[in-house]
C-alpha cells in the first residue's frame, strides 16, 4: 500500500485547507485511515480517524468541531477538511492505514495501530 498526501500550503489563521490521502495497492475499504500531525519539537499526535468498518469518524479534542474526515471510496481517497486554522495547528500532517481492518474503536488512536504511512505534508497557519 502506497498512500500520497497532499493539499498542505500557507494558510492565514481562520482559513481552511482539504489534505487529501491517496491510497494505491489496496482497495479494501474496510481499513481505517488515520490522520496525524507533528509540530516541531512536539511528538506525533492524532488528529482524526475514518473507520471503513462502520464509516465512524474520531477526532481528538483539540479538533473541536473544526476538522472533518471523509472518503470517497470510488476514488480510494481520504479528506482531511480544516476549517478555523490555528497557528497551533502548524505541523507536517501525515495518513496511515491501519494494520487490519478489524481495528476497534478503542485503539484507533494509537499510531502503532497503523502500517502504513504517507510522506506528509506540511501544513503552516500563519497569526
Known amino acids: 500500500v502506497q498512500l500520497q498526501a497532499s493539499g498542505g500550503g500557507l494558510v492565514q489563521a481562520g482559513g481552511s485547507l482539504r489534505l487529501s490521502c491517496a491510497a494505491s495497492?489496496?482497495?479494501?475499504?474496510?481499513?481505517?485511515t488515520g490522520w496525524f500531525r507533528q509540530a516541531p519539537g512536539k511528538e506525533r499526535e492524532f488528529v482524526a480517524a475514518?473507520?471503513?468498518?462502520?464509516?465512524?469518524?474520531y477526532y481528538a479534542p483539540f479538533v473541536k468541531g473544526r476538522f472533518t474526515v471523509s472518503r470517497d471510496r470510488a476514488r480510494n481517497t481520504d479528506y482531511l477538511q480544516m476549517n478555523g486554522l490555528d497557528p497551533e495547528d502548524t505541523a507536517v500532517y501525515y495518513c496511515?492505514?491501519?494494520?487490519?481492518?478489524?481495528?476497534?474503536?478503542?485503539?484507533?488512536?494509537?499510531?502503532?495501530?497503523?502500517?502504513?504511512w504517507g510522506k506528509g505534508t506540511q501544513v503552516t497557519v500563519s497569526s
Open positions: 496511515a492505514v491501519s494494520r487490519s481492518p478489524g481495528i476497534i474503536a478503542g485503539r484507533i488512536r494509537d499510531s502503532a495501530e497503523y502500517a502504513y
Open positions: 475514518f473507520r471503513g468498518m462502520n464509516s465512524n469518524t
Open positions: 495497492g489496496r482497495t479494501d475499504s474496510r481499513y481505517a
